[in-house]
């Protein structure tokens, strides 16, 4: 038995280039974390649902600006949360989406939203499945990751970031499942009882490290092939200045699907500007 299944959340920094990093996060299939995921599967919005989160977060800041009001400005845009059920256990598209759809009805109540505000709302969720490998007793199992816009009608929906709202989604999720697929979690017995929350934890900075050793190679990789690009301009080397740009753009657009620090943001930056955007056409 086990007291719910898992759910974890994290609000999303670095405003509008944060929500548009996850959405790419969330659709890579090369990325280092998905080295055992065998589909990508979108359930709810679109692109151009992360693209609305990331304007209308954009359009709060500004008028914060214009109004002059005291405090930060808003620098998290949006709510990640993550469901994840053990491996074994594989609900189809169909029934994921409507696990979905009950946990974000819960969470709609939590925050006592107007039937017009619901309308609204709901265009600001983003719903993307991940199959993992199902071999093995090691590793997460099926999980869902879900986008949801902080800013709503000229308003920030701080609840979003209380732990009484994980507690709902925890409850909603539990439901959901047993709903929809009859898996109950007070019947399942986890493979390490009594280790689980510390394996947990010992995987993330596993998974954490290995990441932050893949930015470092990519960074390092991506400033030889700048080097080696300039030196061809300077010799008028037009193919091996072709072969570099080449290189470049799939540096920049791997890249844009880590997790950057923001002093690993502003050199990428940087280098774009050397180079020049026009040329990248990123």
């Known amino acids: 038995m086990i007291k719910n299944w898992t759910v ?61 009001k005291g405090g930060r400005p808003l620098s998290s845009y949006a709510m990640s949360f993550c469901l994840t059920l053990p491996k074994g256990h594989r609900p189809s598209a169909l029934q994921w989406k409507c696990i979905i759809r009950d946990c974000c009805k819960a969470i709609e109540a939590q925050l006592e939203l107007q039937p017009d505000e619901v309308k609204v709302f709901r265009t600001q969720v983003r719903a993307v499945l991940h199959q993992q490998r199902q071999q093995g007793t090691r590793g997460s199992g099926d999980h869902v990751h879900i986008l949801i816009g902080k800013v709503l009608n000229g308003r920030v929906l701080k609840q979003l970031q209380q732990k009484k709202c994980t507690s709902i989604l925890k409850q909603a999720f539990n439901a959901a499942v047993l709903t929809h697929t009859g898996l109950n979690h007070l019947d399942y017995k986890p493979y390490e009882l009594n280790r689980g929350d510390r394996l947990e934890t010992w995987k993330y900075r596993e998974q954490k490290a290995a990441e932050a050793v893949h ?39 791997e890249l844009s699907a880590t997790a950057l620090s923001d ?18 056409k990123l």
């Open 215 to 253: 930015i470092e190679k990519l960074l390092i990789r991506l400033q030889k092939q700048t080097d080696k690009w300039f030196e061809a301009i300077e010799s008028q080397n037009h193919r091996q200045q072709n072969r570099q740009l080449n290189r470049l753009i799939k540096s920049f657009e």
């Open 8 to 68: 974890t959340t994290e609000p999303i920094k670095n405003g509008a280039d944060g929500v548009m990093t996850t959405e790419r996060y969330l659709l890579s299939e090369r990325h280092s974390n998905h080295k055992q995921t065998e589909a990508i599967i979108p359930l709810i919005g679109t692109i151009k649902t992360s693209q609305r989160i990331a304007l209308v977060g954009e359009q709060f800041r500004l008028n914060q600006h214009l109004n002059r």
């Open 263 to 280: 002093k690993q943001s502003q050199k990428i930056e940087n280098l774009k500007a050397k180079i020049g955007p026009e040329k990248l």
